[in-house]
């Protein structure tokens, strides 16, 4: 073959290459010769895997959370709790209020002996309760870390009685009750000072006989008291 002609031939062969040589690998990166899929580069992966796993989590979470409440439907309240008990009323006495019998201790200022300032403070008030000293004045010393100290009151039927209680400046709060024999508290006082009434505008009235008892305490400080028990005739 004349050099001319093969050097045609050579070319021509090269030129169809150069032609052919995309489309295979074109037809290659499809998968067509290696009849499989093509690899993944290594972030496409990874993004995908991430995507999985993402979606994994959203569907506990979503089965984690409560299903509120269908419309029209109440959601169940927890149970409350049941109220303390009463404490029991006595059945051998009762408290009557008497509003003039507020204003009869108004004016009473203590002057440091609690013995003449309780008789002082009980015998303002005689003229509008009309009762009468029952018994002599009581004496003691208490603090708030003490227990209660208890005084017998020997009640009558159809009678009321009022107990006046004064201690020193040291007691900031001295407590009076009167029990009756059942342990029930007939009545108190509300005050929070070193002077105690009960009642303070009225009196415990006992409808039968009873071996009832006067209970002091002191809520805050220190020192001595004194108390009287005045009653009378319903």
Not at 188 to 214: E, H, N, R, Y
Request: one cysteine or more; aromatic letters at 4%.
């Amino acid at each position: 073959m004349p050099h001319s002609t093969r050097t045609q031939a050579l070319s021509l062969i090269f030129v169809a290459g150069a032609a052919v040589a995309p489309f295979a690998i074109a037809l290659g990166a499809c998968g067509i010769f290696g009849g499989g899929k093509p690899a993944e580069s290594a972030p496409a992966a990874k993004a995908a895997e991430g995507e999985e796993a993402g979606a994994a989590e959203s569907a506990s979470a979503a089965e984690a959370t409560p299903t509120p409440a269908a419309s029209g439907e109440k959601a169940e309240k927890p149970a409350e709790a049941a109220p303390p008990p009463s404490a029991p009323s006595s059945t051998k006495a009762t408290t009557k209020n008497e509003p003039a019998w507020a204003t009869c201790h108004e004016k009473f200022k203590a002057k440091g002996n609690p013995s003449a300032d309780v008789a002082a403070l009980a015998k303002g008030c005689a003229k509008a309760s009309k009762m009468k000293l029952i018994g002599k004045t009581l004496t003691g010393k208490q603090s708030d870390a003490g227990p209660p100290q208890s005084y017998p009151l020997k009640a009558d039927a159809n009678h009321c009685y009022r107990v006046f209680a004064q201690a020193q400046e040291s007691i900031k709060n001295l407590d009076v009750a009167i029990k009756d024999s059942a342990g029930n508290i007939v009545a108190q006082d509300g005050s929070t000072s070193p002077t105690a009434i009960v009642l303070s505008d009225g009196a415990v009235c006992f409808t039968a006989k009873d071996a009832a008892t006067v209970v002091v305490s002191v809520g805050s400080g220190s020192g001595k008291y004194a108390v009287q028990i005045w009653g009378g005739a319903n």
